[in-house]
């Protein structure tokens, strides 16, 4: 008979503890054994959930305290030497240095995991690097499962993955050449699960789903005939794209078993069944790990059904890929739309999802009372939302029909559009500027947690933001600042709060992800076509230009944003559901700018993050995305000037795209890569201005003044003067004001500072 499994789970916990368990850790409220606890709890709870579902297999070593990639560096003894903390007696403060920064050192670099939302910590590779015996919390919390059944199945991130997903630092060559050593570290951990008495081992090897380099393709096979005779029997797991072209390589290897996505790309399923080996196992991930629709059954039996014909006992059903892009329990949404909530399933639901699944493979099951009435269930709620009224909206179908070539460009070139712009906000050289939001304080969640129970009236309410706002542009005119932001103190997020004021988006009240260390978002799940009812932001950016002779930005987030970091609809093209969001965003960029706000931030941080893994499908892809993002922001006057704000992805390969965005200024991550970006950017000859960030938010450490002129005349090295902007990395919610307040008079210091050495050379020249 079929087994069934899961590749991971959600690490957070149902409401969010392991967020707040750490957060406590490092603010020092409390110590390492009420952490150690939180971690343990969590870790049960899953175990139990994956038990009380009836999976044959309960997978651990999924629990991560920061990231997963972070965890596996620390496992084999390979976090960045600079740290210097001794991979053997590896403490979690060093562990969280690492991820954060410390006194000494700036954090890691971080990027997104491949095409989610998700963030992991880039590796460190260089000359110095050494690999060694590292952390024990694999293995004891393999032994934490171990005390309550034998079933345990440790998943473990592949030795090519974690060379592959790294960066070549200080002067290596290639880091290809540390393969060796990093492989007697897997023959030690693998070898250790063994004697732990561990059957399977998951191996994850994400990076087949990629365009693989031939070397990297080429080491598949002597990697794994390395490591299989130490081993547990090995599941190596691929997910997020279509791996068929590997099918012989894969069934070639000397591993128990291969896990593939049969959701991303379900024809797969198909190919592998008809060239698998008969003594290895296939798992096919059948159910979403990466949305919240429930499964449609039905079609997924009839998936699974010719292959457990073929592979017998050989067949695993599975989630697609690890259920932590998931929010974790549905049955805690007690106040979601009704109807809208019986097209969903969370993690929790989805463990359900995947042991019906199998169980529904055996016949005798299948025509049991318990599995008939789960599937009639099921076909029901997918015929109740195929026919639902609130999915289309005829007003929102015409606009779309109207669109024309026209609403995708500006009425003037950017040499043109320049001009007018610094006519009236006559800005010094270097203008100064964050990206954002401000410090999302106690007092802050606090009165919007009162007003969403109706615990505060509307009118405290707005009173309360507006002196948030106005303590926020007060800040900004001391610190000296140039363009200056309203602070965003009336949002809890950058994505669900227009989902919230958009028609065909749904917000859950407990729908946490984790997009990187603590920090969780809540995506809106996009149900039906999208409108705006009413402007979103004008009151509150309006207000702050009344408070200040300097410009104000509006800000916005752009709608391959909000497309990627929602939960979006499945029963329509994607950029059909890009554009329905950019022309609700056009009308608001028109209302902010007829209420006199005329700089207008839409960002797009996601934009590469949506970019398709295989080349093949990327040219597409870009198209619709800078469409959607000029229909949105093309409909401005030419002295409108309208920024973007890209952060933690790779663009190199974008910047064609960046470009035609047209963009007046766009603002970007730098300063943990230490403008490495840059370089990029002045090959391209990028050709619209520029702020790359001098501060990176994602620390607490409060960066001198000396250390960003240092950064600001890295940048000036490849950007002119006239075309550089000078702000953070991000925006500011997550830290708090002391940090802030720190930070920023630092970074208006150095910008003046340079600004100051610019203008007596200058004269010097003359």
């Not at 988006?505 to 969780?520: D, L, M, N, P």
Request: glycine letters at 6%; one cysteine or more; hydrophobic letters at 45%.
């Amino acid at each position: 008979m079929a087994q069934a499994h899961v590749l991971g789970l959600p690490r957070i916990g149902a409401r969010c503890e392991l967020k707040f368990a750490v957060e406590a850790f490092w603010r020092g409220d409390t110590d390492l054994a009420t952490l150690q606890a939180a971690g343990r709890d969590i870790r049960a709870a899953n175990r139990r959930a994956q038990r009380e579902a009836g999976l044959d297999w309960i997978t651990v070593g999924d629990f991560h305290w920061y990231d997963q990639v972070l965890s596996t560096l620390a496992l084999v003894g390979a976090l960045p030497e600079r740290f210097g903390a001794a991979p053997a007696a590896l403490t979690l403060a060093d562990y969280f240095a690492a991820a954060r920064g410390d006194a000494r050192h700036g954090a890691m670099e971080m990027t997104k995991w491949f095409d989610t939302n998700y963030h992991y910590l880039v590796p460190e590779y260089s000359p110095r690097t050494r690999f060694g015996a590292g952390t024990q919390w694999l293995f004891e919390e393999v032994e934490e499962a171990l005390n309550e059944a034998r079933n345990v199945k440790p998943v473990l991130l592949g030795p090519l993955s974690l060379l592959f997903l790294g960066k070549e630092k200080g002067g290596l060559a290639d880091r290809f050449s540390l393969l060796p050593e990093l492989l007697a570290q897997y023959e030690r951990v693998l070898a250790r699960l063994k004697a732990q008495g561990v059957a399977w081992v998951q191996i994850d090897e994400p990076i087949l789903a990629l365009d693989l380099p031939a070397p990297w393709r080429d080491a598949f096979a002597p990697v794994y005939a390395r490591l299989a005779p130490v081993a547990p029997a090995l599941l190596l797991a691929t997910y997020f794209g279509d791996v068929s072209e590997h099918v012989a390589m894969l069934a070639a290897l000397p591993v128990a078993g291969v896990h593939v996505d049969g959701v991303r790309a379900p024809a797969q399923l198909e190919t592998f069944a008809a060239q698998w080996p008969h003594d290895k196992v296939l798992s096919a991930g059948v159910v979403d790990g990466r949305n919240v629709w429930r499964c449609d059954l039905a079609r997924a039996r009839a998936r699974l059904a010719p292959l457990a014909e073929t592979l017998g006992e050989r067949l695993w059903v599975a989630s697609s890929c690890s259920l932590m892009h998931c929010p974790v329990d549905l049955a805690n949404e007690v106040r979601l739309d009704r109807e809208v909530r019986t097209w969903l399933a969370f993690a929790r639901q989805k463990l359900d999802e995947v042991a019906l699944l199998r169980r529904s493979l055996d016949a005798a099951e299948f025509a049991g009372a318990e599995v008939c009435a789960a599937f009639a269930a099921d076909a029901a709620a997918q015929a109740a939302r195929r026919t639902s009224p609130r999915i289309h909206n005829e007003v929102v179908q015409k606009r779309l029909a109207a669109l024309t070539e026209a609403d995708t460009h500006r009425a003037s070139p950017y040499a043109v559009r320049a001009h007018a712009q610094r006519a009236w906000l006559k800005l010094p050289l270097l203008p100064t500027t964050t990206i954002g939001s401000f410090p999302q304080t106690p007092e802050i969640r606090a009165a919007r947690a009162e007003f969403k129970r109706c615990a505060m009236s509307h009118l405290d309410y707005l009173e309360t933001m507006r002196a948030q706002i106005r303590l926020a542009i007060e800040k900004q005119e001391a610190y000296g600042l140039d363009v200056l932001v309203h602070g965003e103190a009336e949002r809890n997020d950058m994505v669900e709060y227009f989902g919230d004021l958009l028609w065909g988006f749904a917000i859950t009240e407990h729908g946490w992800v984790q997009s990187y260390g603590s920090r969780c978002v809540k995506p809106p799940v996009i149900y039906g076509d999208v409108y705006l009812p009413e402007p979103m932001t004008v009151t509150w950016s309006a207000y702050a230009q009344q408070l200040t002779d300097k410009p104000v930005k509006g800000m916005l987030s752009g709608p391959v944003t909000m497309l990627q970091w929602s939960f979006v609809r499945d029963d329509q093209p994607r950029e059909l559901t890009a554009l329905q969001i950019a022309l609700a965003l056009r009308e608001e960029v028109a209302a902010l700018e007829a209420a006199g706000v005329r700089v207008i931030q839409i960002d797009e941080p996601a934009l590469r993050e949506g970019l398709p893994l295989r080349e093949c499908d990327r040219a597409a892809y870009l198209e619709w995305a800078v469409r959607a993002f000029r229909v949105c922001a093309s409909g401005v006057a030419d002295d409108t000037q309208i920024h973007t704000h890209m952060c933690y992805s790779e663009f190199h390969d974008i910047l064609p795209s960046i470009a035609a965005l047209d963009a007046d200024v766009i603002s970007i991550e730098t300063a943990r890569s230490d403008m490495e970006l840059l370089g990029a950017f002045e090959a391209f000859e990028y050709p619209n201005e520029i702020g790359p960030g001098v501060y990176d938010i994602h620390s607490p450490r409060v960066p001198t003044q000396a250390q960003m002129e240092q950064l600001i005349e890295a940048a000036l090295a490849r950007i002119p003067a006239q075309r550089l902007w000078i702000n953070p990395d991000c925006g500011l919610k997550t830290r708090d004001w002391a940090q802030v307040d720190g930070a920023l008079a630092n970074m208006v210091a150095a910008a003046r500072a340079v600004r100051s050495r610019l203008a007596a050379a200058q004269a010097r020249a003359a």
